[in-house]
């Protein structure tokens, strides 16, 4: 258990598993973490079960670190996930989540309100649009996953984070919305204030207070998506600097790379978060991890990786998906997964899809060096693939450059670094 006058700080992350919460210092080393798993998708789905994940999460903590230490906390959550509130944070609607499209009437309705320019919009207005026309209240509040559950710690329900706000519309080199709010089918007051990441939202309410174990005086910071954080979390503060570069191998495959400017290509799935004074370049591949499990339990994974010669090349030369369509480097709907002609052994075949997978990661660099980002000196990595290091040698071939796996990979100590810096600014 934690003691003495020490400043700690709390990050929480809104997974689509459970809730993640991890505790630094104001130096950035990591004291303690817990999580809590959802049983049921009733649990993901619902907002009251995340609060309640929040409050048990913390209990957890409560036996390794005295909570009355943590001066700040930030929360991270899904991108592109909201739901409708009132001004007291009661739910409004459910939430609808990330991978959900909008209907068709929610896109005709906003391009009736807001013209041609709203079929370039992301997909998050489309989804509140969707929330609103359920029972069309008069007076809501849009609220992302993070600004929902950082609410519930300080009572307000009104902000939300450059990051987040991005799928919402909001552009962060303007500091203004892509569209005309009083456009809106709705009020545009509806729309949170939009703050830099590590913006103070407010001091921990009372119940809170009461109800968590938290210091009165803990103060709630603006936090960003999940993403970002992770990103965070694997580069911290000191690497911010153009061509830090890290790739998140889970199912699919995500790059981002520190940017001297803002890049945006929709064609080819690039898109730009600001981070401060940086730009995060990046795009998501539909090809990484979630391949290899179509064709190999984890332990032959195992196994078999064991068995490759990392520094000798496949001479095979395949596309993996688990499903038609990809989004970066190359944006196609019709990809088809391309994993023909299949060897006879199966070390082999396996070599070919961990060369593949680097393949296309090394494109999609080149592709971002082509808009001007700089070529990484070097990749850290996260991930459940980042620990085949069979895999991470392959990588480093492709790549041309050294594959680090990060020292920190979780997105609840990116939201504690989001914390400590904004308890560093007051």
């Not at 009104?158 to 919402?168: Q, R, Y």
């Not at 992770?230 to 520190?258: E, I, Q, R, W």
């Not at 990484?376 to 480093?396: F, H």
Request: proline letters at 6%; one cysteine or more; hydrophobic letters at 40%.
């Amino acid at each position: 258990m934690t003691s003495g006058k020490q400043q700690l700080y709390l990050g929480l992350d809104v997974g689509t598993s459970g809730i993640r919460a991890v505790v630094s210092d104001r130096k950035g080393v990591c004291i303690a973490g817990a999580e809590d798993r959802y049983l049921t998708s009733a649990q993901r789905l619902s907002p009251t079960s995340w609060v309640s994940f929040c409050l048990s999460v913390l209990e957890r903590l409560s036996k390794d670190v005295d909570l009355k230490l943590i001066a700040g906390l930030a929360v991270d959550g899904q991108s592109g996930t909201v739901l409708l509130c009132d001004a007291d944070g009661k739910p409004l609607s459910p939430a609808k989540f990330y991978h959900e499209e909008p209907s068709e009437d929610a896109k005709d309705l906003l391009a009736k309100a807001l013209g041609k320019g709203a079929a370039s919009l992301p997909p998050t207005l489309g989804r509140v649009v969707d929330l609103w026309t359920m029972d069309r209240p008069s007076t809501f509040r849009v609220t992302h996953q993070a600004d929902w559950i950082a609410g519930q710690f300080c009572g307000r329900f009104d902000f939300s984070d450059e990051n987040n706000a991005l799928k919402l519309g909001y552009d962060p080199a303007a500091k203004e919305w892509v569209f005309d709010p009083a456009c809106l089918p709705f009020s545009a007051q509806s729309l949170p204030e939009v703050r830099i990441p590590a913006s103070l939202a407010g001091t921990l309410s009372a119940s809170m207070a009461s109800r968590t174990g938290l210091s009165a005086t803990c103060k709630v910071y603006t936090g960003t998506t999940d993403g970002m954080a992770g990103f965070l979390a694997a580069s911290g503060f000191a690497d911010l600097k153009p061509g830090t570069a890290v790739t998140s191998l889970g199912t699919t495959m995500v790059l981002k790379a520190v940017s001297p400017c803002r890049v945006d290509a929709g064609s080819n799935g690039v898109y730009s978060h600001k981070l401060f004074n940086h730009w995060v370049a990046g795009g998501a591949s539909n090809s990484g991890g979630g391949v290899l499990l179509k064709y190999f339990a984890p332990d032959q994974l195992e196994r078999l990786s064991k068995q490759i010669d990392p520094t000798v090349s496949s001479k095979l030369d395949y596309y993996p998906l688990t499903k038609k369509g990809e989004r970066f480097p190359i944006s196609d709907p019709a990809r088809e997964n391309s994993t023909d002609p299949r060897p006879s052994c199966d070390v082999a075949f396996l070599a070919g899809l961990l060369e593949s997978i680097a393949r296309i990661e090394r494109q999609g660099y080149d592709l971002l060096s082509k808009k001007g980002v700089p070529y990484p000196a070097q990749v850290r990595t996260v991930g459940g693939g980042s620990k085949n290091l069979v895999w991470n040698r392959i990588r480093e071939r492709v790549l041309g450059v050294p594959v680090l796996t990060a020292r920190h990979s979780e997105a609840a100590y990116g939201a504690a670094l989001l914390a400590s810096l904004g308890g560093r600014a007051r």
